[in-house]
């Protein structure tokens, strides 16, 4: 609290001089209603890291010049109350940036007062109010001028429903984490927002746990650069509608869809991976997923570390999107445990950049045929496990594969069948792999 603030203290106990801030903040848990003496242009800090506050009563104040309600509740640990009136007029707050950050035993809040249309920062506005479960808003407020609501309402573990219609968000850059750790929410619906300016929506519903429906039916965010984390974690979410995605700028899609348990199909034929990166873990575990749409073109990607690991449903896939993909570098655990892909067909790709295929097949317990011979690549140095415990195996293509420089080829064939079919240049090898091929055919000749 700022200490030249000139106010008087009414509290629940005489015991302390009411117009000392000190002996207030050293005090043990009260009810406050404070008054002003004189007015005031800002509540900025007024009652930040104030532990010894239960409840707060604001009703007979107007706030009439407030501009700035930065952390005025900022890490109230016990604050279980605060009491708006209906004349408490924020027409000209243009920041409300962490206001009621920390709170943990907020329940409920009703803001039905409050006017956003000036306010431009809510950034981490109700961060870390674990308890927090409804936030009454007025419905007829807009928030015309926001330009920063990153982590808005993170960690906001049990609120269950937020009114997403007073946001209008054309000046923002970016909603990275705003959703984040939401676990109650079920419903989110956020088709009017109007994303022109957006560039990164990173980890916006990150570990939203019950979401099952979002709304996003209408972004058009041009200048989007990054989806990476954006729907992380969401394991009961069934549907997604990204048809009206505009995304010519992506270059990160890392963990994007991670653990979507839940999702069994997915469309991404409306983007524009031809910038794309990173999509490294992008489907990690989507166990449910079976069919998947994927843009015709991802010329620009660079790393894609279990991109698919673990999409356990999983039993066709194209993978036409690599076509012409020559700043490939890692497909690290690709495949991982793909353990009902039975198809898998590649494209033309040659890369001089792809140096790590590591763990790509492993546990791809129901493919019969790896055909790589349309895939050229001189410079690998990591290819352990890559065809580990692929069972059924039993035809394998490696002829056009250059692998004399490989520094780590352990296991490469470990649980393979032993009359296995391979096609392979052994002039193209180094001794270990040759070695390992040897052992293979001489346990077939058994």
Excluded: W
């Excluded at 997403?164 to 959703?179: A, G, M, P």
């Excluded at 979410?237 to 963990?255: D, E, F, G, P, Q």
């Excluded at 690998?380 to 035809?395: G, H």
Aim: with cysteine.
């Amino acid at each position: 609290m700022k200490d030249n603030i000139d106010f008087s203290l009414i509290i629940d106990d005489d015991s302390y001089d009411k117009n000392n801030y000190l002996s207030f903040k050293n005090a043990g848990l009260h009810t406050v209603i404070y008054e002003f003496k004189n007015e005031l242009d800002t509540l900025e800090d007024l009652f930040f890291e104030i532990n010894n506050l239960i409840e707060v009563d604001f009703s007979e104040f107007a706030a009439n010049n407030i501009k700035s309600m930065s952390n005025l509740f900022r890490q109230c640990n016990n604050l279980t109350k605060v009491t708006f009136g209906s004349n408490f007029d924020t027409s000209k707050v243009t920041k409300m940036d962490y206001m009621f950050f920390d709170c943990e035993e907020l329940i409920e809040l009703d803001l039905s007062s409050f006017n956003l249309e000036r306010v431009t920062n809510t950034y981490l506005m109700f961060g870390l109010c674990f308890k927090l479960k409804r936030i009454k808003m007025n419905n007829n407020t807009r928030t015309n001028n926001l330009e920063e609501m990153s982590y808005m309402f993170s960690n906001c573990k049990s609120l269950e429903y937020i009114n997403t219609e007073i946001f209008k968000v054309n000046k923002i850059t970016s909603l990275n984490y705003t959703f984040a750790n939401c676990y109650s929410l079920k419903e989110l619906d956020l088709s009017h927002l109007e994303l022109g300016s957006i560039k990164e929506l990173i980890g916006t519903f990150h570990e939203c746990k019950s979401l099952q429906k979002v709304d996003i039916s209408n972004f058009n965010a041009p200048n989007l650069e990054s989806i990476e984390e954006i729907f992380y974690g969401c394991v009961n979410l069934i549907s997604l509608n990204l048809s009206m995605i505009n995304s010519n700028k992506l270059y990160n899609t890392n963990k994007a869809f991670y653990n979507c348990q839940s999702l069994t199909n997915l469309d991404l034929s409306s983007f524009d991976f031809s910038n794309v990166n990173y999509a490294n873990y992008m489907f990690l575990n989507c166990t449910s997923l079976q069919n998947l749409v994927f843009p015709y073109k991802m010329i620009s990607l660079k790393s894609a570390i279990f991109m698919f690991g673990n999409c356990t449903n999983l039993q066709n896939l194209n993978l036409g999107f690599l076509e012409n993909a020559i700043s490939l570098e890692s497909a690290y655990g690709m495949f991982f445990n793909c353990v009902n892909l039975n198809e898998i067909v590649f494209p033309n790709l040659n890369t001089i950049c792809l140096n790590d295929i590591s763990d790509m097949f492993y546990g791809c317990t129901n493919l019969r045929n790896i055909n790589l011979e349309k895939l050229e690549a001189s410079n690998i140095l990591q290819m352990s496990k890559i065809f580990y415990n692929c069972i059924n195996l039993e035809f394998l293509n490696i002829y056009n594969l250059d692998l004399l420089n490989v520094k780590n080829s352990d296991f490469i064939f470990e649980g393979i069948r032993k009359n296995i079919s391979i096609e392979y240049d052994p002039n193209k090898i180094n001794d270990n792999i040759k070695t390992q091929i040897e052992n293979l055919i001489s346990r077939a000749n058994l």
